[in-house]
C-alpha cells in the first residue's frame, strides 16, 4: 500500500504563500493522475487541483491563477504552490491519487489569518 506523507503547511497572513509537499513511498505514484484536496470542520475533503501523469493540470475556480500543481517524478513527490492566500484557504490538505486514492495521510493545516 503506498503511504503518503504532507508537509510544508502553517500559519500565514493572508496574501504569504507556503509550499505544500507530498511525498509517495512507492514508485507507482510516477504513472497516476494526483491531487490535492482541501478539508475544514464545514465541508467534507474538496478537490482543490489535479495533475495527470503527463503534466496537464486541472484548478477549482476558488484556487485558479493562485495555486500551482507539479510533480517531480523522480522524487515521487506532489508539489502545491499556493500564492496570494486568503483566509478561506485554510484548512487541511491533502494529497492523494485521483482516481482509486490509497490510504489517506495526516494531512498538513494550512492557516491563513485576515
Known amino acids: 500500500q503506498v503511504q503518503l506523507v504532507e508537509s510544508g503547511g502553517g500559519l500565514v497572513q493572508a496574501g504569504g504563500s507556503l509550499r505544500l509537499s507530498c511525498a509517495a513511498s512507492?514508485?507507482?505514484?510516477?504513472?497516476?493522475?494526483m491531487a490535492w484536496y482541501q478539508q475544514t470542520p464545514a465541508k467534507q475533503r474538496e478537490l482543490v487541483a489535479t495533475?495527470?501523469?503527463?503534466?496537464?493540470?486541472y484548478y477549482a475556480p476558488s484556487v485558479k491563477d493562485r495555486f500551482t500543481i507539479s510533480r517531480d517524478n523522480t522524487k515521487n513527490t506532489l508539489y502545491l504552490q499556493m500564492n496570494s492566500l486568503k483566509p478561506e484557504d485554510t484548512g487541511v490538505y491533502y494529497c492523494n491519487a485521483r482516481y482509486a486514492p490509497w490510504s489517506w495521510g495526516q494531512g498538513t493545516q494550512v492557516t491563513v489569518s485576515s
Open positions: 495533475i495527470t501523469a503527463g503534466g496537464t493540470t
Open positions: 512507492e514508485t507507482i505514484f510516477r504513472v497516476k493522475a
